[in-house]
């Protein structure tokens, strides 16, 4: 599964709109509103590369009232989930 991380700007009079048809997506199973220089962050998650271009570029930069994406794709996932499992020593 690839998971890609992706930064939205958006017109500010429509960000609970935006980020509600962006939520609607096939491929996107989250969306944050969020602080600072960027407006929500969207995870996509996916089966192959080509999928998130077809999400990305295909779906997302295509709802009315994005001004811009920024995506990153996910290497590797942590969690305090997955560190305790690490440095458990059993019961």
Same mark, same amino acid.
């Given at each position: 599964? =690839?998971?890609? =991380? $992706? *930064? =939205?700007?958006? &017109?500010?009079?429509?960000?609970?709109?935006?980020?509600?048809?962006?939520? /609607?997506l096939d491929g996107v199973s989250e969306v944050y509103s969020v602080t600072g220089v960027i407006d929500l962050i969207a995870l996509v998650r $996916?089966? /192959?590369?080509?999928?998130? !271009?077809?999400?990305? +570029? #295909?779906?997302?930069?295509? $709802?009315? #009232?994005? %001004?811009? +994406?920024? +995506?990153?794709?996910? *290497?590797? +996932?942590?969690?305090?989930? &997955? %560190?305790?499992? !690490? *440095?458990? %020593? #059993? &019961?």
């Amino acid at each position: 599964m =690839i998971t890609a =991380i $992706v *930064f =939205i700007k958006a &017109d500010v009079a429509q960000i609970p709109e935006v980020a509600e048809e962006v939520a /609607s997506l096939d491929g996107v199973s989250e969306v944050y509103s969020v602080t600072g220089v960027i407006d929500l962050i969207a995870l996509v998650r $996916v089966r /192959s590369h080509d999928q998130v !271009a077809e999400v990305v +570029t #295909g779906r997302v930069n295509k $709802v009315p #009232g994005i %001004l811009s +994406t920024e +995506t990153h794709i996910a *290497f590797r +996932t942590y969690s305090s989930h &997955d %560190l305790e499992a !690490a *440095f458990s %020593l #059993g &019961d």
